[in-house]
């Protein structure tokens, strides 16, 4: 490994490491709540995500670097690592870190959010057979900038609507953030096409075992949607958890 390069990672896992020592005399307990985050774990989790964003801009940084000096072997070398950092599965440890708030009014038509959209969708579209995982996050990397740095486009709900897809696929496994970005979904459009709760209530019902969630989201699909794919699958699971047949529309 080349020194720039490995001097770049032990900086970054040297941030990572160093978060522990924030804070050292708040208690493990303090203020903390079911469902909610401490101080301290606020404190933690906001370091890591400023240490992955400091390490993402010193490779970004040197890789400017070797452009402007035509170092065309170490260009490379960085690319190969902003492309590995960029592929690894990231959990925000703190869901109200990760999502788009709640207070947006996203209803403007943006053309770049537009464009984003599409580009991330030609991503997850795209047929391959070993480019799959690949796809998977350059989706997620298009799509996370469409809600951070486009948070008034009328493509917001869009965007959750693929993350929430991401996060429940096999590339990434991260449930509970799939069912928190489905929910944004209907969030923002309460009478929203997608079947955002429908899928929310089955990551609910398989990977998070929590029926009592799951339940409420399959009749909610059943009493505002009419989509006839949707509401039979609705109107199956949700007999299948109450173990009776449900009234039809």
């Given at each position: ?97 990760d ?5 947006l009014?996203?209803n ?49 709900d ?27 979904v ?64």
């Amino acid at each position: 490994m080349t020194t720039p390069t490995r001097n770049l990672r032990l900086a970054f896992f040297s941030l990572c490491c160093g978060v522990a020592l924030l804070s050292p005399n708040m208690s493990a307990q303090e203020d903390a709540s079911p469902g909610r985050a401490s101080r301290q774990e606020q404190a933690l989790v906001k370091a890591v995500h400023t240490a992955r964003d400091e390490y993402q801009a010193s490779l970004e940084r040197l890789r400017g670097f070797y452009i402007r000096s035509k170092n065309v072997e170490m260009q490379y070398w960085v690319e190969q690592e902003l492309s590995q950092f960029h592929m690894m599965v990231k959990d925000p440890y703190i869901l109200d870190f990760d999502l788009p708030s709640k207070d947006l009014k996203p209803n403007q038509n943006v053309a770049e959010a537009n464009k984003i959209l599409a580009d991330a969708r030609a991503h997850l579209e795209r047929p391959t057979l070993t480019e799959s995982a690949k796809n998977y996050h350059r989706a997620e990397l298009l799509l996370r900038r469409l809600i951070n740095d486009y948070r008034q486009s009328d493509k917001l709900d869009d965007a959750c609507y693929y993350l929430g897809d991401i996060y429940s696929s096999k590339y990434f496994e991260q449930y509970r953030r799939s069912v928190a970005f489905y929910e944004r979904v209907f969030w923002y459009d309460p009478a929203t096409n997608y079947p955002a709760r429908l899928k929310a209530a089955l990551v609910y019902e398989k990977q998070l075992n929590d029926h009592e969630r799951a339940k409420q989201l399959f009749q909610d699909v059943l009493q505002r949607h009419t989509d006839p794919a949707q509401t039979r699958e609705a109107r199956r699971h949700l007999d299948k958890l109450l173990g009776s047949r449900t009234p039809k529309r």
